[in-house]
């Protein structure tokens, strides 16, 4: 099992709260953890991709949960089941303060921000997402990427230089632990598989589809993947596609509570709330799923594509909001674009409300040209921009303060 960095988290917040949600998108590794877990601490451990235990808690929700008296439960695949919720909460309800980790919940649809579940757990619960492997997952590496941003302790020295070809090979091969070894014909029958079997299938319980949605997916899906790190304009995408705009709107919602598709909220203050766009940037959730979707299938055809920038930073903004999962600090990610249309691809916003600016490059080189849209955050944010990153595909870490601001060049290797 490859080791995760949001398993001590979800441990710890078992010690602490009597529910802790695991959600995320499907193949993203939550069983196989969550068992790891159960076993670590004596959890009965329940799927409901098991027929009879499904059937069992939708005749007898409440009988389902009180058969299993004081023991701990870990319930997989809850979101075949929300009705569920509320024996969920009467049980917690009736714990003693002292009683924590009672439920471990995963989920591969997040239930709890959908119209079909009314009832929170507030105070109760922790909600915990869990994507496709980070590539410090998959390098065995343990640094966090959101507090290393925040430290500014950035040593000046030689870091792994990338070659375009490396930046295209960790977009193609994106995080699901699955397709890691698998060959290219492999890797395709299962993104197949992955988008008819899976993808389909929970659309479908998610919204009660009328008409064709089926085509109307097939169309939309890829089109979405063309969009990756580009703002989302839903009458664009209705006009291409010949859709209604409500409907364009609500399978996009849909999407995100899936986890396949990402929108990123614009940054803006309120005193200049109208100096700043509202519109909202698409990242796919996983790189290798939105290269499939384009029919690219190697690093030359990524390279030679018009994709390739757009999905550099989605593998950048999907690292940071993997990591700000296990961060020290909790941190909100945002995009900007001001009505000049100058823009900075990322934005960190710290609890306090300082900010990060970062910017994604795929040259080997930084001017300070590159800094322009980092200078406009930095005059737009005022006193809550603390620094500048542009992350570059070059091999060092560059200091360029500017007009009394803090701006560095940071290798993408980092990541790493």
Known sequence: MILRHLEPIIVEL??????VYLTGPRQAGKTT???????RLNMDYITFDNQTMLSAATNDPHGFI??????KLALDEFQYLPSLVPAIKESSDQLLPTTKGKFLLTGSTDIFHSAKTQEALPGHMARLELYPLAISEMNQQSQNIIDYLISQQFNPRENAKLTRTQLAEWIISGGYPEVQTKSLRAKSMWYSSYVQGRLFKDFESLYNARGDYFSRLQALIPYLAGLSGNLLKYANISNDLELDDKLTKTYIQIL????IVARVP????????RAATRMPKLHFIDTGLACYLLGLKNSDQLLASQYYGGLLENLVYMELRKHAQWSEDMVNLYHF??????EVDIIIELLNGHIIGVEVKASASVTSHDFKGLKKLAEFAGEQFIYGLVFYAGGETLPFHQDGHSFYALPIGVLA
């Open 256 to 259: 995100e509570l899936m986890f």
């Open 266 to 273: 614009a940054y803006k203050k309120n005193r200049a709330k």
């Open 337 to 342: 674009r001001d009505k000049q249309k100058n």
């Open 66 to 71: 009180q058969s299993f008296d004081d023991r």
């Open 33 to 39: 953890l969550v068992k790891y877990i159960a076993d």
């Open 14 to 19: 078992l010690s602490e709260f009597r529910v």
